[in-house]
């Protein structure tokens, strides 16, 4: 439970400063590689920092101008301070970069040691994505309890070196059973979940995603139904389920964003 809470201290307070070299607390593990343009919605939300550029979250692409991401990667950014790379499975090597024109959070936005609730927050561009067989828009959906989901993501290493995009398919669970099968942690009984939230979970070990991976898109349907905020095992072994935002609850939300900005 310390590291959850030195985490969500460092998302809060020193997030540029200090987690920019803490880039293993945002990876996949056990993942297979992705195929070139298997997930042609999932960017790359990239900041600069003390004199580099590195990947900071995931992010999916709603639309030609919108892209959707937790709003904890958003905290004490301006958007010039940012960008998007698409189209990439490789970030090192390849991929389009995209300005960005605004940062969103949702307005009931709360990350403490204690909760972790409306982690959901959108990207505008300065200009328009240009579609690709590798760069596409998904649509929101509807997450099924035992539903069998993807989550993909980059991996990345110690010093920040971003390794290729990896996924892993996962169990969407009904509030009952991350509960139980969350019994033993203490995130699980210390920060509570709503109905704006839905669990995620691999029987098989060691596989997952840190802290559910920042803004790490989770699938069902080929439906974004999920984003990645934090996970219920602090110590990223994977005993437990990880936590993601329910993005149909915010549907509307997301909706009236775009449509007014």
């Not at 200009?127 to 539903?147: A, H, K, M, R």
């Not at 437990?240 to 549907?251: E, K, L, Q, T, W």
Request: hydrophobic share 40%; with cysteine; proline share 5%.
């Amino acid at each position: 439970m310390q590291l959850f809470k030195n985490y969500i201290c460092c998302l809060a307070f020193i997030f540029i400063n200090v987690c920019m070299v803490l880039p293993h607390n945002s990876r996949i593990i056990g993942g297979k590689t992705a195929k070139p343009g298997q997930f042609p919605y999932l960017v790359s939300f990239q900041v600069h920092s003390t004199g580099f550029d590195s990947h900071f979250c995931d992010a999916s692409i709603l639309n030609e101008h919108w892209v959707l991401t937790a709003a904890h990667c958003l905290l004490n950014l301006e958007p010039e301070q940012a960008y998007i790379i698409a189209g990439t499975n490789q970030l090192e090597a390849s991929g389009s970069r995209y300005n960005i024109s605004k940062l969103i959070q949702h307005p009931l936005f709360n990350i403490s040691s204690t909760a972790v609730w409306h982690d959901i927050g959108l990207v505008k561009l300065d200009s328009e994505f240009e579609f690709t067989d590798t760069l596409q828009s998904i649509q929101i959906g509807e997450v099924l309890t035992n539903g069998s989901c993807v989550i993909s993501g980059w991996t990345v290493t110690q010093d920040g070196s971003p390794f290729p995009l990896e996924y892993i398919e996962v169990t969407a669970l009904s509030s009952e059973d991350c509960s139980a099968l969350g019994e033993g942690s203490e995130i699980n009984d210390e920060v509570p979940r709503g109905p704006g939230q839905v669990c995620a979970f691999s029987p098989t070990g060691g596989i997952g995603a840190c802290f559910s991976g920042a803004g790490v898109p989770l699938v069902f349907n080929n439906t974004l139904v999920g984003l990645g905020t934090y996970s219920l095992d602090d110590s990223c072994s994977h005993k437990y389920p990880d936590v993601f935002i329910r993005v149909s609850y915010y549907a509307d939300w997301i909706q009236e964003i775009m449509d007014s900005n």
